[in-house]
C-alpha cells in the first residue's frame, strides 16, 4: 500500500499571500495524483489531477507541481473562500486508492 | 449536470446490516466507474470500494472487504454498497464517487453530498 503523507498539518496564510501544500508519496506514484478541497460541511470538490491539471471551473490561483514521490500544491494569492482542508490522493497502485491525512488551511 | 444523491444512511447497530443507494444523473452511467468514499467524523478520506462501469470487476479496501458488497444497476443508473456485519468504526459520512474513467479506479470528478451511516448500540 503506498502511504501518503502532507505537510504541515496545519498552515495559516494570510489574504493575497502564496500558499504551499506539500504530499509525498512512500513510493513512485508517476503523475497519477489529485488534489482535492473540503470545506467545513462540503463534499470534496477536485482541484488538480495527472499532478499538475486544473479541473473544470478550478481558478488558476491553483496550481500543482511534481512527479514520482513529491507533489506541490500551490496557492498563489489566497482568498478568503480558500479556507479549507486539502487532500492529496493517489491512483498509480491499486487497489487501495490512498489519501493524504489532509492539511488544514486557515487564513490568518 | 452531475448529480449524485446518496440514500439509505442511518442508525444501526453492531452486527447489523445497511444497504445505500447513489441515483446518478446527468452522465452516461455506464461509461464511468463509480466509487464510495467515507469520512469518519472529524478525520480524513478513506476509499472504500470501486466498481467498473460494467459492474464486471469490483475492488474493495481490506478494511470492508468480505463485509462489505458494492454494485451497480446501470438499467437505474444507480450504486448500490450492501454493508453487513457492521463495526463502530465503519461509522462514518459515505460519499458516492463518481471516477474519471470507465474500467479502473482513478480520481474522483465528481462527488455526492454523503449519508451518515452511524453504528452504535
Known amino acids: 500500500e503506498i502511504v501518503m503523507t502532507q505537510s504541515p498539518a496545519t498552515l495559516s496564510v494570510s489574504p493575497g499571500e502564496r500558499a504551499t501544500l506539500s504530499c509525498r508519496a512512500s513510493q513512485s506514484v508517476s503523475s497519477n495524483l489529485a488534489w482535492y478541497q473540503q470545506k467545513p460541511g462540503q463534499a470534496p470538490r477536485l482541484l488538480i489531477y495527472g499532478a499538475s491539471t486544473r479541473a473544470t471551473a478550478i481558478p488558476a490561483r491553483f496550481s500543482g507541481s511534481g512527479s514520482g514521490t513529491e507533489f506541490t500544491l500551490t496557492i498563489s494569492s489566497l482568498q478568503s473562500e480558500d479556507l479549507a482542508v486539502y487532500y492529496c490522493q493517489q491512483y498509480n497502485n491499486w487497489p487501495p486508492i490512498t489519501f493524504g491525512q489532509g492539511t488544514r488551511l486557515e487564513i490568518k | 449536470e452531475v448529480q449524485l444523491l446518496e440514500s439509505g444512511g442511518g442508525l444501526v447497530q453492531p452486527g447489523g446490516s445497511l444497504r445505500l443507494s447513489c441515483a446518478a444523473s446527468g452522465f452516461s452511467f455506464s461509461s464511468y466507474a463509480m466509487s464510495w468514499v467515507r469520512q469518519a467524523p472529524g478525520k480524513g478520506l478513506e476509499w472504500v470500494s470501486t466498481?467498473?462501469?460494467?459492474?464486471?470487476?469490483?475492488y474493495y479496501a481490506d478494511s470492508v472487504k468480505g463485509r462489505f458488497t458494492i454494485s451497480r444497476d446501470n438499467s437505474k443508473n444507480t450504486l448500490y454498497l450492501q454493508m453487513n456485519s457492521l463495526r463502530a468504526e465503519d461509522t462514518a459520512v459515505y460519499y458516492c464517487a463518481k471516477d474519471r474513467l470507465a474500467a479502473r479506479p482513478s480520481y474522483v470528478g465528481d462527488w455526492g453530498q454523503g449519508t451518515l451511516v452511524t453504528v452504535s448500540s
Open positions: 466498481i467498473s462501469g460494467s459492474g464486471g470487476t469490483t
